[in-house]
Every structure is written in C-alpha cells, then in structure tokens.
C-alpha cells in the first residue's frame, strides 16, 4: 500500500533512527555519513514523498522520494529504502515508477544506485521492465559509511520508451 510519506512523518523518523548505522542501508545514503529526516516538505511541488504500508499492519515498510523538475518535466534523485526487507516493498516501487509515467507528464526518470547494493539487480529488472537503458556506471564515485569508495551505475526511462514497453507487455498478455 502506499501513501504520502506527511501522513506518517513520526513514524518514517523513528525507522530511520531505527536502521541508524546499520552497515545494510549505507547503499542507500549514496553518501559516508547517516542521516534521519528533519522535515518533509508541506506540498509536493519540488519533491515527493512516499511510504509504503504493510498492507495487514499498516507499519511503514518503506520509503521513496524524487525531485520533479516541473519545467523540463524530469524526475531525478529516486531515493527508496525498503525498511523490512518485505517483498511488498518491491510490487510498490513498481508501482510507483508506473503512476509517474501514467498519472503525470513526466517525461524522463533518471536514477542511479551504488554497485554492490542489493537492490542492483532488482533495478536491472524494472530498467529492463520499462524499456529503459543503462547510462553508465561512474567508477569509484562515492565514498561510503565503511571507508571505501563504490562504483555508481545510471539508469533512464524516457516515457517513449516506457509506452512501447508498456505496449509490447499487453500485448504479450502480462
């Protein structure tokens, strides 16, 4: 399930705290140092902010964020964190990815993740779901919480190539 991230603002800062220093999440600060949210935004103008619910609980179980540049009708900086490890989480990143390209005029995603995440190859599927492509991998290009330097590979969906893709999978029934 998933939900604007204001809704459950107390809750997504206490996961963060939670995970704080935990050597499975330095994939996700994309940086050598922790962090927990301060403040969500009040609108949804420049950035949006989501949770996913544990559909039987209702607890988060996850968290996305991206920049939505209005103008140039571009999302970038796609951040996701899967607090659980819950499968569900996964089904609601689909999701996600689907509803910016189907419920707004985006244009173009553009995202990265660090080689070496575990969630690497999940994000060669969705690249491969979509009809998007691989940009390159930037080597040794940021240093992480465990002092060594990590490759960072960019992807892109462009909305051409999701529709085709989107096409070809209805058409093949899935």
Do not use: C
């Amino acid at each position: 399930m998933i939900d604007i991230a204001q809704r459950h603002e107390d809750e997504l800062k206490s996961q963060y705290l939670r995970i704080w220093g935990n050597d499975y999440f330095k994939f996700y600060n994309l940086s050598s140092y922790n962090f927990t949210i301060e403040k969500l935004p009040k609108d949804d103008y420049n950035s949006v902010h989501l949770v996913t619910l544990d559909f039987w609980s209702g607890e988060v179980i996850g968290y996305v964020n991206y920049d939505i540049d209005r103008i140039s009708k571009i999302v970038t900086n796609i951040s996701a964190i899967n607090f659980t490890r819950y499968k569900m989480f996964g089904f609601d990143l689909i999701r996600i990815f689907k509803s910016i390209f189907e419920k707004s005029d985006v244009q173009k995603i553009k995202f990265q993740v660090i080689v070496g995440n575990s969630s690497e190859s999940k994000y060669d599927r969705l690249i491969n779901r979509f009809g998007g492509s691989i940009v390159g991998t930037f080597k040794n290009d940021v240093l992480l919480s465990d002092g060594k330097y990590y490759d960072v590979k960019h992807y892109e969906i462009t909305k051409d190539n999701y529709g085709i893709s989107r096409n070809n999978r209805n058409n093949q029934g899935r």
